[in-house]
Nanobody, 122 residues
C-alpha cells in the first residue's frame, strides 16, 4: 500500500509560480513511477507530468518548458515546480503512483492522493 498526500496548492497570479509536493508512505517509493494529473471543473482528468523510477520525465505539451517534475527518493517525495502559470492551469492537481502501465494513462496508476487546488488569476 502507498498513501499519497499532496501539498503546496493555492492561489497565484498569472506568470507566477507554485511548487506542489507529494509525500508518499511506504518503503518501496523508489520502485514506483509517479505522475501528476489535474482536473478542472467540468473537464476530464488529464495527464500533466510523470517521472519514472529511473528519473525519466514526461510532460503534456501545454506545460513543457514551464513545469518540472522531480523526485527525492530519500524523502519519499515527488515535486511539481510550476512556473509561468496561466489561468488555464487552474485545476485540482492529483499525485499518483504506478508500478506498470503507461505514464500518461490514469488507469495505469494504482494509488492517488486527495488532490490540491491550484487557482491562477489573470
Amino acid at each position: 500500500q502507498v498513501q499519497l498526500v499532496e501539498s503546496g496548492g493555492g492561489l497565484a497570479q498569472a506568470g507566477g509560480s507554485l511548487r506542489l509536493s507529494c509525500a508518499a508512505s511506504g518503503r518501496t517509493f523508489s520502485f514506483y513511477g509517479m505522475g501528476w494529473f489535474r482536473q478542472a471543473p467540468g473537464k476530464e482528468r488529464e495527464f500533466v507530468a510523470a517521472i519514472s523510477w529511473d528519473d525519466n520525465s514526461y510532460y503534456t505539451d501545454s506545460v513543457k518548458g514551464r513545469f518540472t517534475i522531480s523526485r527525492d527518493n530519500a524523502k519519499n517525495t515527488v515535486y511539481l515546480q510550476m512556473n509561468s502559470l496561466k489561468p488555464e492551469d487552474t485545476a485540482v492537481y492529483y499525485c499518483a503512483a504506478r508500478r506498470t502501465g503507461y505514464y500518461s494513462d490514469y488507469l495505469s496508476y494504482d494509488y492517488w492522493g486527495q488532490g490540491t487546488q491550484v487557482t491562477v488569476s489573470s
